[in-house]
């Protein structure tokens, strides 16, 4: 079993040498198993008033072995790095379940299971190195924009609550045994700055730093998030972090997200990464893009040294990572470009003086 250092020693290794291999899809992989009410709530939360099927992230607790059995399939299909099951753990996403007070306990728990999950695929295979990405998801309400047309000035959460439940969760997924942080599925930069921000204070605190990961999400063909920014714009507003990788995830299949990928990969000095959706949504909300179709798309990516980082969001299973292995495995990774220093700002739009 590696030690934390180890594995930060050989993630610098790593990508440098090969493009690593995100995971997929958690939500798709949850569904196949048709769980119930009664399976979610488990033993300890059967008198919960709220409903919780679909609360996916309280699986870290009361069925634990479906979470890690996730993890190692996508391991065992080549993964480098999985995701912990944290995307909605914050109090105000787990608000809607009546477990915002569970925010600790909700992230320990998951980076727990992926690190047990990692461990045990390293033990089984000597040599390979396994790494845990703990998310922080976007939450469901937005820093920047109203809720409510009629108020435009109006806002249903501020920087600092958002500060507070990241800071909560962040020590929280460290604690459990995370190797990097991600932020990710960024739809408002205010929400990302607040995550990042109170990422830089319990690294602070703790006198201990990981890798920062960055994914932002396109929301539509218009090519900007939902708060208004260009993918460049994006990146100007984050780099002060200095992370591991920016890119983007969800929202669009690989073809849509390609542009904005090849865009930031041009003026970012970080690695890149990208996760997109198994295509678009059909009329029943399904993903149609088979492994092969998507492995096509993703390794034409690859050969334009567009990437550091792929994985797949929303739709995609272990069988697509496994396709992904299989076209990446002797591509060579995106070479970060050198970067002039210049006055970089950003508002919706880029400005480079």
């Known amino acids: 079993m590696s030690t934390r250092d180890e594995r930060r020693a050989r993630l610098e290794d790593d990508i440098q040498n090969r493009i690593l291999l995100l995971d997929g899809a958690m ?74 007070d569970l925010v600790e306990e909700f992230n320990t728990a998951a980076a727990r299971i992926a690190r047990e999950a990692a461990d045990e695929v390293e033990a089984a295979n000597p040599g390979r190195i396994c790494y845990v990405a703990g998310v922080l998801g976007p939450t469901n309400r937005t820093a920047s924009i109203s809720p409510d047309v009629n108020d435009p000035g109006f806002r249903n959460v501020s920087f600092d609550e958002l500060r507070v439940t990241y800071k909560d969760a962040t020590i929280a997924l460290i604690k459990g045994g995370a190797d990097l942080i991600l932020i990710e599925t960024v739809f408002d930069t205010l929400n990302a700055k607040a995550a990042a921000f109170a990422v830089e204070e319990v690294f602070e605190e703790l006198g201990e730093t990981l890798p920062v990961m960055i994914s932002g999400t396109i929301t539509d063909k218009s090519g900007r998030t939902l708060s208004g920014q260009t993918p460049e714009a994006f990146w100007y507003s984050m780099r002060h972090v200095k992370p591991f990788s920016v890119g983007f995830n969800c929202a ?102």
């Open 252 to 353: 669009l299949g690989a073809d849509e997200m390609r542009p904005h990928v090849e865009e930031v990969s041009h003026v970012a000095d970080c690695y890149v990464s990208a996760h997109p959706n198994a295509g678009l949504p059909n009329e029943f909300g399904e993903y149609d893009e088979t492994p092969d179709m998507m492995a096509d798309v993703i390794a034409e990516f690859a050969t334009a040294g567009l990437v550091n980082i792929i994985g797949g969001c929303c739709g995609t299973t272990p069988d697509h990572i496994r396709a992904f292995k299989q076209k990446l495995d002797n591509v060579a990774p995106r070479v970060r470009p050198h970067i002039d220093e210049r006055l970089r700002l950003s508002g919706l739009e880029p400005f480079v003086a």
């Open 27 to 100: 939500g798709t992989m949850i569904q196949s198993y048709q769980l119930d009410e009664a399976d979610y709530r488990g033993e300890r939360f059967q008198d919960v008033s709220l409903d919780q099927k679909g609360n996916n992230d309280l699986l870290c607790l009361t069925q634990p072995h479906i979470i890690k059995e996730i993890h190692k399939a996508y391991f065992d299909a080549g993964a480098d790095i999985v995701e912990t099951n944290t995307f909605n753990s914050t109090s105000i996403s787990l608000a809607d379940y009546g477990m915002e």
